[in-house]
């Protein structure tokens, strides 16, 4: 088992490891795979298949599960069962469910994402959604906004998004006056059109760029991204947004409504969500699948790169969701607007045709981190812009789990198991 544990950094593990995770025999491996519950890959040139070793462990713990209630919570942690009541989002098999309305058909009706934030915010839905009044920002936060365009921050988008929607809070007397239900809808608006100005950090400008009178989110995004206000950005932009708008609970919801429990103002809900997304496995996932695809590497190549982090147990940046074993919905439909947009380069072509040879191959499916970065590319868009919209979007989900939240009037504080160090350590 020593030898085991000194592997347990991966992110796949043999047959034979498997079985030892599990304590159960090669036959019982096999029907857990064929149920479903374990995701599977298999080895060029090779019969033994890899297994994924979160799977392993959330079965593990299943087991263990029925040894008590900690138990239970414990193995809900990590893409276990629902242990969460909430009335936003459900997840399907057609991908996330926004108060009863399909987000991929929103995006196909050609609904605005205003009109789909305050769907989530438990407005009516409009066809085009009402027109947002375009706050002016205080002089200090412009200053803030020009200070970081100085030093050059778009490296650290998600911070600078942080930091400035805090000192837009504390400007305005957030601790005391956001948390009034009469106050959140104005404040969530003005929220969102800081964030679409800081998008500027990683535009071609690289400035901060505040929205002006009569820009829709989607508008002052192109504006402040530098790109052409055509209809087909506009479309890919607002189908990015609406469908990376909620996602039940990842790190930056669970965090925002942890602050939310605790009477935390709406603006520190938002930054502590954002600085929860900020890291490798959220927020900078984007920049590890641009960097797993690099700037002209043919389908061959891209095959290789793969089959080299299988061969470590390691997984492909970009594929494989948890909750959706037969495939991303949001992926799918962000890839189809990707391929059906005028015009393709030949690196395109190979990442297109690379997705499709893995799926082909070894039943490896597109998750939204990689959809996004190839849309993000199909607009010329640079390598940080991907986590910036996925930021702004789901800042709409966002809002609306913190109202929730504050309507349930509970803390959220779990419990922690005491462990001896050394037993920490190898489990």
């Known amino acids: 088992m020593e030898k085991l544990d000194k592997r347990l950094h991966t992110d796949y593990a043999s047959s034979r490891e498997a079985m030892a995770i599990l304590n159960v025999k090669l036959q019982t491996l096999y029907a857990y795979v064929s149920r479903g519950w374990i995701n599977s890959i298999s080895q060029p040139g090779l019969r033994d298949k890899l297994y994924l070793r979160d799977d392993l462990k959330r079965l593990a713990m299943r087991s263990h599960a029925r040894s008590g209630h900690g138990a239970v919570a414990a193995s809900a942690m990590n893409w276990g069962e629902p242990i969460f009541p909430t009335s936003i989002t459900e997840i399907t098999s057609q991908g996330p469910r926004y108060r009863g309305h399909l987000a991929a058909d929103l995006v196909r009706s050609g ?40 030093v050059h921050v778009r490296n650290n988008v998600l911070e600078s998004f942080a930091l400035l929607v805090l000192l837009q809070g504390m400007r305005g007397g957030a601790a005391k006056n956001s948390q009034s239900p009469k106050a959140m809808l104005p404040a969530s608006r003005e929220i969102m059109q800081t964030v679409v100005a800081c998008c500027g950090f990683v535009g071609a400008a690289q400035q901060y760029r505040p929205m002006r009178q ?81 700037k002209s590497a043919t389908r061959a190549a891209l095959v290789k790169r793969a089959w080299q982090l299988h061969s470590k147990g390691q997984s492909v940046p970009g594929f494989d969701h948890p909750l959706y074993p037969g495939g991303d919905p949001r992926a799918a439909q962000l890839l189809d607007i990707a391929r059906n947009r005028q015009s393709q380069s030949r690196p395109a072509r190979a990442v297109f045709g690379f997705i499709d040879e893995m799926r082909a191959s070894v039943g490896l499916h597109p998750r939204q981190e990689l959809a996004v970065v190839v849309l993000a590319r199909a607009m010329g868009l640079p390598r940080q812009v991907p986590a910036a919209l996925f930021a702004l979007g789901r800042l709409a989900g966002w809002i609306a789990h913190i109202q929730e939240q504050r309507l349930a009037g509970s803390l959220l504080r779990p419990r922690a198991k005491f462990v001896q160090a050394d037993s920490f350590r190898s489990s």
Do not use: K
Not at 121 to 148: D, E, F, I, M, N
Not at 240 to 264: F, K, N, Q, Y
């Open 111 to 150: 609904a605005s994402f205003e009109a789909v934030a305050e769907l989530l915010w438990g407005c009516a839905l409009t066809p085009s959604g009402s027109s947002w009044p375009v706050q002016s920002p205080s002089s200090a936060l412009v200053r803030l906004g020009h200070a970081l365009t100085s």
């Open 214 to 294: 009569g820009e829709s989110l989607v508008d002052g995004l192109m504006q402040a991204l530098a790109i052409p206000s055509t209809s087909e950005n506009s479309d890919a932009l607002n189908a990015i947004l609406i469908l990376m708008a909620d996602h039940e609970l990842p790190p930056g919801t669970l965090s925002a409504r942890v602050v939310a429990s605790a009477g935390g103002s709406l603006h520190s809900c938002l930054a502590a969500a954002l600085c929860a997304t900020s890291g490798t496995d959220v927020g900078r996932m984007y920049e590890r699948v641009d960097d797993f695809l690099g």
